[in-house]
């Protein structure tokens, strides 16, 4: 389960209060002499709702089990996102398997627009305004993990400076003149 993802999980301390939300239970059916076992799959994900999110699945013979073992394998993989406000630094696209995942960063009061899987672990992650967009399958475990994915690939403009070895200074101010740019060029073809 935490194969997939490349940066190490946190210690989760006992302080964060963890809400956790279910987006998956499966049913599969093995046909013994005795007629039908089942077994139950759920995938559930848990976050604090200020930036700290994971998921989990758990396999049980009953619903209940499966999801108390999801709940416990989804804390043990807790994850810190990059925050911007209520919404993400900047757009973000990820790939998991089949599942591809976009996100959009939006205006104060947009809400979280999204689906299923995707919908719960930005909740969860207290990301308030975004758009998101959900390509190729829409199996639910493949599209958590795509948007985790993506989630970890957020950086702040601290953290790129840094990474390019220039002042965040100089950061943003190159953002603004590209932002300045942009609009005198509508200006332009607006006359």
Same mark, same amino acid.
């Given at each position: 389960?935490?194969? @997939?993802?490349?940066?190490?999980?946190?210690?989760?301390?006992?302080?964060?209060?963890?809400?956790? *939300?279910?987006?998956?239970?499966?049913?599969?059916?093995?046909?013994?002499?005795?007629?039908?076992? @089942?077994?139950?799959?759920?995938?559930?994900?848990?976050?604090?709702?200020?930036?700290?999110?994971? @998921?989990?699945?758990? *396999?049980?013979?009953?619903?209940?089990?499966?999801?108390?073992?999801?709940?416990?394998?989804? /804390? #043990? =993989?807790?994850?810190?996102?990059?925050?911007?406000?209520?919404?993400?630094?900047?757009?973000?696209?990820?790939?998991? #398997?089949?599942? #591809?995942?976009?996100?959009?960063?939006?205006?104060?009061?947009?809400?979280?627009?999204?689906?299923?899987?995707? /919908?719960?672990?930005?909740?969860?992650?207290?990301?308030?305004?975004?758009?998101?967009?959900?390509?190729? =399958?829409?199996?639910?475990?493949?599209?958590?993990?795509?948007?985790? *994915?993506?989630?970890?690939?957020?950086?702040?403009?601290? =953290?790129?400076?840094?990474?390019?070895?220039?002042?965040?200074?100089?950061?943003?101010?190159?953002?603004?003149?590209?932002? &300045? &740019?942009?609009?005198?060029?509508?200006?332009?073809?607006?006359?």
């Amino acid at each position: 389960m935490g194969r @997939f993802l490349k940066t190490p999980r946190l210690r989760v301390p006992a302080e964060l209060e963890l809400k956790e *939300k279910l987006v998956y239970v499966g049913r599969t059916a093995k046909v013994v002499a005795g007629g039908r076992r @089942f077994s139950f799959t759920a995938l559930v994900v848990v976050g604090d709702g200020n930036g700290h999110v994971g @998921f989990g699945m758990g *396999k049980a013979s009953e619903v209940t089990d499966a999801v108390a073992k999801a709940t416990e394998a989804a /804390r #043990k =993989s807790i994850i810190k996102v990059q925050l911007h406000g209520t919404t993400i630094p900047h757009e973000v696209f990820a790939k998991y #398997k089949a599942a #591809k995942v976009l996100l959009r960063p939006a205006a104060r009061g947009t809400g979280v627009i999204a689906a299923g899987g995707v /919908r719960a672990v930005l909740e969860l992650a207290g990301i308030q305004d975004v758009l998101t967009k959900c390509l190729g =399958s829409t199996n639910p475990h493949n599209v958590v993990k795509a948007t985790l *994915k993506a989630l970890m690939m957020l950086e702040d403009a601290h =953290s790129v400076a840094r990474r390019l070895g220039i002042p965040v200074e100089k950061l943003l101010s190159g953002q603004r003149q590209a932002e &300045h &740019h942009g609009s005198e060029a509508q200006d332009h073809a607006g006359t």
